[in-house]
């Protein structure tokens, strides 16, 4: 029963540097999703998809990017780090045809730090 | 856009007593749902309760119930019976569908909860 696994769990990049988080659920859901919390900000939506071939952007989505080629993964792809990325990274995912008051089920983060 | 605010950064109450934590959102949107999640030190985030707003019954889980008040865009958590594993950063979130088939959830700041032995 692994849900939603991400990782890696802790990342250490240099500005300028090129890195994709690996996000992965084996619930079948329709809808993914990343986010990143910064203290005191919450969390806020960077992408999401609702479904394999389908992806949006979020409040946050410049410096990212996410494809979705099958129904499990959701990569989140920072092409160029910089310093204003340091954050804990979420992957979340849930179900649409049972309604948008399906929870989310979210991984355990992964905690980026970009010098 | 839709707003959540949780106007409450900390609040702190002592064991076996009763916390409110408060919410009000912002949306033009008739059909949303409305959520508390938890997250421990361990920074895994667990749903503790949800609402939908088309029902006009609080939802209630054990020892959390919520205070929905439609009208007035508010959406209150009350834990009775305070525990020690309560301690946590509780988020509040709102999710609607815009027309794209589900739009993610936006949260809160956040209010951490202390739990006073």
């Known amino acids: 029963n692994a849900g939603v696994t991400q990782t890696p769990k802790f990342q250490v990049l240099k500005t300028g540097q090129s890195m994709t988080l690996q996000c992965a659920q084996d619930?079948?859901?329709?809808?993914m999703s990343w986010y990143r919390q910064d203290p005191g900000m919450g969390l806020r939506l960077i992408h999401y998809?609702?479904?394999?071939?389908?992806?949006d952007q979020g409040e946050v989505p410049n410096g990212y990017n996410v494809s979705r080629s099958t129904t499990e993964d959701f990569p989140l792809r920072l092409l160029s780090a910089a310093p204003s990325q340091t954050s804990v990274y979420f992957c979340?995912?849930?179900?649409?045809?049972?309604?948008?008051?399906?929870?989310?089920?979210f991984g355990n983060g992964t905690r980026l730090t970009v010098t | 856009a839709q707003t959540v605010t949780q106007s409450q950064p900390e609040m702190s109450v002592q064991e076996a007593e009763t916390v409110t934590l408060s919410c009000t959102y912002d949306?033009?949107?008739?059909?949303?749902?409305l959520f508390w999640y938890k997250q421990p030190p361990s920074r895994q985030m667990i749903l503790v309760i949800r609402?939908?707003?088309?029902?006009?019954q609080n939802a209630t889980e054990n020892r959390f119930s919520v205070n929905f008040q439609k009208a007035a865009k508010s959406f209150s958590l009350k834990i009775s019976d305070s525990q020690l594993g309560d301690a946590a950063m509780y988020f509040c979130?709102?999710?609607?569908?815009?027309?794209?088939?589900?739009?993610?959830?936006?949260f809160g700041k956040g209010t951490h909860l202390i739990i006073q032995p």
């Open positions: 979340a995912s849930s179900y649409i045809r049972t309604g948008l008051n399906s929870p989310l089920h």
């Open positions: 619930m079948n859901h329709e809808y």
């Open positions: 998809s609702v479904g394999a071939g389908i992806t």
């Open positions: 949306t033009s949107e008739s059909d949303y749902y």
């Open positions: 609402q939908e707003a088309y029902k006009q």
């Open positions: 979130a709102y999710r609607a569908d815009s027309g794209g088939g589900a739009d993610g959830l936006t």
